[in-house]
């Protein structure tokens, strides 16, 4: 009986070979992958960032008061009043306390809606439409806000007012006390808005990249905002040549003539916003698509109310 024949070193060798060469093809296989997928995820983060600012500015500076200018327009930032929740009052001659609905009723009907709760650095809006105490037009009546508080809607806003029903005397209604008086034609049901002065800008960060930030800043006088806090980003860093900047902002007139920043605020009627970011790591979807990853996004936004 013939004793078993192994394999050679030939054979060995060429087996190692081969296996080296289908793991070669299959490690690097898994590499484009990944890299496929990082760069995907680099496309959409900075497609992201780029509509988050648009989307954001685009909501507040179209809902912005339209009693008031632009308080301050630069090339790269933007200062105004925003809307931060509407409501309605639930008193005639209200005083010094306007009291305003619950956010959720029993009914479904929305009386009162918050982006965010209102406090003493905070303006509010109320409609007068009493035209023999304002001189023959309804207005909107502005007022500083003292403070805010929460109380139960059978104290603040009962169902007797009409406004709610006594399921909802348990639930949550606000009471803001204002800084005057306001006046005595305010009737129940007056249209309550409630402003928050905010700047929005682009800022260089701790980690020298650029973004999109918010500050609040004082409800009444000379600018005065706190510290900065981030949005969305990063951009491209600032630069004042055109296209080149992270964050571009440009100011018309309602005739569409540009207006300069810091110049002739009071006629701003359109703003056009362009963002532009660039992915923080290398994008590689090919030899034609390889390398840094820009995008951008351009909006036009018409202040409400503006002639």
Not at 16 to 35: K, S
Not at 171 to 183: E, G, M, P, Q
Request: proline share 5%.
């Amino acid at each position: 009986m013939s004793g078993r024949r192994g394999f050679s070193l030939a054979e060995v060798l060429v087996s190692i070979f081969v296996v080296a060469i289908v793991g070669g093809a299959i490690c690097e296989g898994m590499r484009r992958q990944q890299q496929l997928f990082r760069s995907i995820a680099a496309i959409l983060a900075v497609r992201g960032d780029v509509r988050d600012a648009a989307a954001v500015l685009a909501a507040d500076i179209s809902s912005a008061s339209p009693l008031d200018t632009v308080l301050l327009a630069t090339d790269s930032g933007v200062e105004l009043y925003t809307l931060i929740g509407a409501a309605v009052s639930c008193d005639s001659a209200p005083g010094n306390v306007i009291r305003v609905p619950p956010e959720e009723l029993q009914s479904g009907n929305v009386l009162t809606s918050l982006l965010a709760v209102p406090d003493s650095a905070d303006v509010l809006l109320v409609f007068n439409a009493d035209t023999a105490a304002t001189g023959g037009e309804p207005r909107w009546d502005r007022h500083s806000i003292a403070s805010v508080s929460s109380q139960p809607a059978s104290a603040a806003c009962p169902a007797s007012t009409g406004f709610t029903t006594a399921a909802d005397a348990g639930a949550t209604a606000r009471v803001i006390s204002l800084r005057a008086a306001a006046s005595a034609g305010v009737r129940a049901g007056a249209p309550v808005r409630l402003l928050r002065r905010t700047r929005y800008s682009l800022y260089r960060a701790s980690d020298s990249r650029w973004y999109l930030g918010s500050r609040r800043c004082n409800p009444i006088g000379a600018s005065a905002c706190g510290v900065i806090q981030p949005l969305s980003g990063p951009y491209q860093s600032y630069s004042a040549t055109a296209g080149q900047s992270g964050l571009s902002l440009r100011y018309f007139e309602a005739s569409g003539a540009a207006l300069a920043p810091l110049a002739g605020l009071d006629k701003v009627a359109r703003i056009e916003l362009t963002s532009r970011a660039r992915a923080r790591v290398p994008v590689s979807l090919g030899a034609r698509h390889a390398g840094a990853y820009l995008d951008s996004a351009a909006l036009s936004i018409a202040l409400r109310n503006r002639d």
